[in-house]
Every structure is written in C-alpha cells, then in structure tokens.
C-alpha cells in the first residue's frame, strides 16, 4: 500500500519530494500504457493569458524537472516573459496526481546538447524542421523541409548540431504536492515547500496535510 495513500498526518510523509516523487514515477512506468513522463505544463503569455500542454519529462534531479522544446514556440515566448510554470501529472491507473510549481530557468548549452544526441535521427532533423506553434501553409511544405534536411545530413547523421532555437528548460519547484484517490472524495494530499528558514536552499522541505 503507498504511503500517502494511508497518511494519517504530514509527519508519517517521507521528508523530502523527490525520493516519493521518483517512486510514483516508477510504479507509473510498470502500470500506465504509454507515456508515464508525460505532464501538463501552464505558462503565462507576456498579456497574462494562460496556456497549457503536455510536454514529456526528461530529466530529473535534486534541482528540479526538465523538459525539451523549442525556445521559439508559444510556451518559449511565455517563459521569456514570465519565466514561471505549473506541472501536473496524472496517472490515471494509479489514481494519483503530482503538481508542481515554481521558477524557470533554461538547462545550460552543454545539457541540451547531451540529451539532443540520444533523440531519434527523425527527431533530431525534425527539431530543425518545425518552426513550432507558428502557422503552417500546408503539410507538404513541412514534409519537404523534413526531405531537404534529411538529404543535407546524408552520411553526417551522427553530427546534426542541436538547432539554436531548441533546448531544455528547468523548473525548480517552490511546491511539489501529491495527491491520491480516497474514498467519497476524501483525498489525500500532502504539500512539500523548500525550507526557507535560516541560511541556504537545499536545507530541507517543510510538508503540510490539505484538505481535499
Ligand atoms: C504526450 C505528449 C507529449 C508531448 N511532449 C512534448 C515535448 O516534450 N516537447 C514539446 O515541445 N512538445 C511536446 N508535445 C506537444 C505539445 O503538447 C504542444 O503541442 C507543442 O509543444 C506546442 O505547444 P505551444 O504552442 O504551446 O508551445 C507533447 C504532446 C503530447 C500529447
């Protein structure tokens, strides 16, 4: 049985997110069909309009959660603007939910770099090939940037540099909350914040139980 789902008070929660946050993540991997990293990411535009999508999560550390996209796109002029967001997964098989919030920094050349490498040739040239979120004539005009690419590379496939325009952003959570099914709505949830008392960041998280 998962912990949260028998949380009697915030103090039977692990003390710190991550630890549970990459459990879930792991059990969702064994029960969810496809997909177990994908979440909903919420910008804000430079006018204030919200927006959302799924993106999928890429990397994972103490620091927080990266995702890739191009820099160029709706979400990329949101995050110039109002360099903040809001995440959430769902798994719906788990009946539980993750949301996260907090600042937005982009991932350095060097790691977007490293992750650009591992991507699929088709995704790699595909990165170049869509000017993400901006009006599109017609599908063949897509499919014959993707063909001139492709032909351009011929035989330099293990050296396609990463686009300018594409890379990795971070976001370094102020609040990561866990939420499970209960019975007749009676939820459980439990909120981690970053510590802020006394000196550094990385001192340790304070967790509180929400109503559902
Ligand atoms: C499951 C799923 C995963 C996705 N993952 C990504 C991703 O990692 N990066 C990305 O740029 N778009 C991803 N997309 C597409 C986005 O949802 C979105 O259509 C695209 O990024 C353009 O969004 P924007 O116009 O708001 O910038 C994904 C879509 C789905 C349904």
């Known amino acids: 049985m998962d912990i949260i789902a028998q949380l009697e008070t915030a103090k039977s929660a692990p003390d710190a997110p991550f ?20 979440m909903s990411l919420a910008t804000i535009d430079s006018d204030g309009t919200p ?18 996209t191009n820099r ?3 979400k990329g002029t949101a995050l110039d603007s109002n360099p903040v967001a ?4 769902h798994w719906k098989s788990l009946r539980r939910q993750v949301r996260i919030e907090g600042r937005v920094e982009r991932v350095s050349d060097a790691e977007s770099d490293e992750y650009y490498k591992t991507r699929p040739l088709g995704s790699r040239i595909g990165a170049w ?15 014959d940037k993707v063909s001139a690419l492709e032909a351009q590379y011929q035989g330099l496939e293990d050296s396609i540099p990463r686009p300018p325009h594409w890379g990795g952003y971070r976001v370094i959570p102020s609040s990561i909350e866990f939420w499970h099914d209960g019975e007749f709505r009676l939820h459980r949830r439990v909120v981690y914040t970053p510590r802020t008392d006394g000196a550094a960041q990385g001192s340790g998280w304070d967790r509180k139980m929400l109503y559902p």
Not at 22 to 36: H, Y
Not at 129 to 143: F, G, I, K, M
């Open 19 to 38: 630890p549970l946050f990459r459990k879930w993540l792991s059990d969702a991997e064994s029960a969810e069909v496809n997909d177990p990293n994908a």
């Open 51 to 68: 927006s959302i999508r799924m993106v999928l999560l890429k990397g994972l550390d103490e620091s927080g959660f990266v995702f890739y």
């Open 72 to 74: 160029e796109s709706r």
């Open 86 to 89: 809001a995440l959430c997964f």
């Open 129 to 143: 090939a869509s000017d993400q979120s901006r009006p599109l004539e017609s599908r063949t005009h897509l499919v």
